[in-house]
């Protein structure tokens, strides 16, 4: 069955780093885009970044234009989200999103100031 493993969350002071991974199973990884979603405390979820299927072209929400980074391996079956720079207003669960009804468990990112 199509399995989505999020990992690499944790709790970083205002202005690190960190890096998310998922591990896709269960589908033709490489066909298809992928995306990472996040939900804060709140608010709705919402589109973070896209990858098309082999990386050539991404999209981002205007809050993380040149502070994240996604990206794909598609022989580890693997999408990255970079996030440098991060701001507490990033605090959020982060979900990694193939089609339909398919997420991720989520993994909590908690930026302190």
């Known amino acids: 069955q199509v399995q989505l493993v999020e990992s690499g969350g944790g709790l970083v002071q205002a202005g690190g780093s960190l890096r998310l991974s998922c591990a896709a199973s269960g589908f033709s990884f490489r066909d298809y885009a992928m995306s990472w979603y996040r939900q804060a405390p709140g608010k709705e979820r919402e589109l973070v970044a896209l990858i098309s299927r082999f990386g050539g072209s991404t999209n981002y929400a205007d809050s993380v234009k040149g502070r994240f980074t996604i990206s794909r391996d598609n022989l580890k079956r693997t999408v990255y989200l970079q996030m440098n720079s991060l701001k507490p207003e990033d605090t959020a669960v982060y979900y990694c999103?193939?089609?339909?009804?398919?997420w991720g468990q989520g993994t909590q990112v908690t930026v302190s100031s």
């Open positions: 999103y193939w089609r339909a009804n398919y």
